[in-house]
């Protein structure tokens, strides 16, 4: 069965602090997703990785795919980035649906 | 910056009853997606929709909904007698040929009483 694990659950973390969410899967992909989902419910693309890094602002998102393992980085946290951070990826090709991760609840305190 | 629509934004129905959720895709995409999430879980795909057949589906996509595409611009789904348990925020998505990011829409939230 294709699964997507994330941990933690749930981080805390004060402001400034670096932060940093994983996630791995079970068999190979053509892409995986990160994305933002904030208490409204609505859902944000972050990234979308197939090899190496990408880097917006002060979010990184690295995959490794031997490893079949993506972390998401936040460097400086400001209490703005308290959200629902979500892996999904795609299994199949690349107009494939998504298979998400449960989430992580990220809350940046001041 | 072109967006996905979804409307109306909260449901709610009472169990038995049809609902109608709609969506408007950016208009140069060709792939669509509708994904629930009920409440305190995780996204869970639905149905992928292109060249106005479905392309895939799971298994919760049972006889009780259906997908379409009627004007070229809105993406529907319908439950056709709802179920307490279809409660959950609903998302539509659409993507670019070629291009692995799904924009989401977002959401509906539907309430069966």
């Known amino acids: 069965k294709n699964e997507v694990e994330q941990s933690p659950q749930n981080l805390t973390a004060q402001e400034g602090e670096f932060i940093t969410i994983n996630c791995s899967y079970s068999v190979g992909i053509s892409a995986l997703h990160w994305l933002q989902q904030h208490p409204g419910g609505g859902i944000v693309s972050l990234f979308m990785?197939?090899?190496g890094k990408k880097k917006h602002g002060r979010l990184i998102a690295t995959i490794n795919i031997q490893e079949k393992h993506s972390s998401l980085h936040i460097t400086a946290s400001h209490p703005r980035d308290s959200a629902v951070y979500i892996c999904a990826v795609n299994y199949g090709g690349s107009q494939g649906n998504l298979i998400f991760g449960k989430g992580t609840k990220l809350s940046v305190k001041p | 910056e072109p967006e996905v629509t979804q409307t109306p934004s909260h449901q709610v129905t009472q169990m038995g009853q049809e609902v109608i959720l709609r969506c408007v895709p950016i208009s140069n995409h060709l792939y669509f997606y509708w994904y629930r999430q009920i409440l305190g879980q995780k996204v869970e795909f639905l149905v992928s929709?292109?060249?106005?057949?479905?392309?895939?589906k799971s298994e919760i996509f049972d006889d009780q909904f259906s997908v379409e595409r009627p004007d070229g611009s809105n993406f529907t789904l319908k439950i056709r007698s709802t179920k307490l348990e279809d409660s959950a925020m609903y998302f539509c998505a659409s993507l670019q040929r070629g291009n692995n990011e799904q924009f989401f829409g977002p959401g509906t939230r539907l309430t069966v009483l």
């Open positions: 929709f292109y060249n106005n057949e479905i392309s895939e």
């Open positions: 990785l197939s090899s």
